[in-house]
């Protein structure tokens, strides 16, 4: 029987960087087996948790995305000029819908790259781009972004100026020291705009990460459901809980999953044994003041320019410029 073809063949150019499977195994394996279980926040995004995650943004109690996207209409001619005719990288490009407020006040942009680890939603986003932008040219690099690109093998990165876009608070998942490291990786790009959540009331920030209807522990969760999938685990989900919490010293909202009780997990011929009560980490979303930011981006090299911000002073965007 001839393979069915699918319905409309992706006109989107595809550089497929995405790590293998046993990167994702012994992974696993290592951050289960620390005192401390941990699990990457990148393995949040498969297919289902890619949708979960555009859910959580679509939350009344989230309010990271609609201010960010708000920012961005009130000051799109302003961001627009910045970006000038730059080849623009945005780093964690997810559904790209912040994308689109810049490309629509930016027409002088004509190519887009889009980096994500989530291949299919990257693919679609892209393709949804090139058909609602005329002559732009959508480009996706499935990739951990967080990791060197690998811009010699992407010929449209090459001997063009560039700017990154990383929206979303991206980066507060990542341990301030990282960030460091993320910022001086990222470098190569020239220069970044960022966007990074700001520190402000528990009473704002827990619910944003627990909210009543479920989808922030059902994110969470799915990535049990996915190493139950795909390195045939056994979790029971009903034997796990959400938890989230924000600890002001650290100025970080601490997002893990605790056991409900004894039990041990099997992966392989590895057995996994939880407490009642302990957690496994799967991700921290740090806060920061404007100026703690500026500061962690000036030790990485770059110089703080430019910070735009909603009236409540909930979300900052920035440009950093490389010094
Ligand atoms: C992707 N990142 C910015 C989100 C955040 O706010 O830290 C991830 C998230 N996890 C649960 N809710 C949102």
Redesign the pocket.
Known sequence: MPPTSPTKPSPVKLYDFHPPVEDFRSAVLRGLSQPQKVLS?QF?YDKRGSEL?DA??RLPE?Y?TRTEMQILRDNAEDIAATLGDRVLVEL?S?SSQKIRILLSAAPQVKTYVGVDISRQHLQEACAALMDDFEGLDAIAVCADYTRPLPIAAIPELQNRPTIGFFP??????LEPAEVIAFLKTVAVLGDLIVGV?LKKSPIILEP??DDTQGI?AA??LNVLVRINRELGANFDLSQFEYR?HYNEKAGR?E?AIASLCDQTVHLDDTKIAFKAGETLR????YKYTIDEFQLLAMEAGFQPVQVWTDKHQLFSLHHLKQM
Do not use: K, V
Request: hydrophobic content about 40%; proline content about 4%; overall charge negative.
């Open positions: 926040p949040l995650f959580i943004c989230y990271l964690g997810g979303g608070s991206s980066i507060g998942n959540d944003a990460y922030s994110f969470a989230a909202i997002m799967t991700e921290h979303s």
